[in-house]
C-alpha cells in the first residue's frame, strides 16, 4: 500500500500562488507516475488531471495551466509538488495527489491522497 499524504492548500486572491507537496509512504515503488488531480466545486463525479511526473521526470500538463503550474519530484524523498502561479478563480478545487503503478507487481492501479482545499478569490 501506498499512504499519500497533501498539504499546503489555502485560500489565495487571485494572481497569488501557492505550492502544494505531497508526500508517499509505504510501498513507494508502486508509485511509478505521480500525479496531481482537482475537483471543482458542483463537479462531484469528475475530477480532472492536473498536472503528472514521471519517476524518469517526464512531465504532462493540462492546457488550462500550462505555463502556470509546475510539478516536480523528489524520488529520494518520496514527494511531488506543484507550484501554482498566476492562480485563477477557476482554479479553485480539491487537489488530490494520486499515485498511479502502471501495473507494477504487487500494486493497485491507482492510490489516493486524501485532498487538499485550494480557494482562488477574486
Known amino acids: 500500500q501506498v499512504q499519500l499524504v497533501e498539504s499546503g492548500g489555502g485560500l489565495v486572491q487571485a494572481g497569488g500562488s501557492l505550492r502544494l507537496s505531497c508526500a508517499a509512504s509505504?510501498?513507494?515503488?508502486?508509485?511509478?507516475?505521480m500525479i496531481w488531480y482537482r475537483q471543482a466545486p458542483g463537479k462531484q463525479r469528475e475530477r480532472e488531471l492536473v498536472?503528472?511526473?514521471?519517476?524518469?521526470?517526464?512531465?504532462n500538463y493540462a492546457d488550462s495551466v500550462k505555463g502556470r503550474f509546475t510539478i516536480s519530484r523528489d524520488n529520494a524523498k518520496n514527494t511531488v509538488s506543484l507550484q501554482m502561479n498566476s492562480l485563477k478563480p477557476e482554479d479553485t478545487a480539491v487537489y488530490y495527489c494520486?499515485?498511479?503503478?502502471?501495473?507494477?507487481?504487487?500494486?493497485?492501479?491507482?492510490?489516493w491522497g486524501q485532498g487538499t482545499q485550494v480557494t482562488v478569490s477574486s
Open positions: 494520486n499515485a498511479y503503478s502502471e501495473g507494477r507487481l504487487g500494486c493497485i492501479d491507482n492510490y
Open positions: 498536472a503528472a511526473i514521471t519517476s524518469g521526470g517526464s512531465t
Open positions: 509505504g510501498d513507494t515503488i508502486c508509485a511509478s507516475v
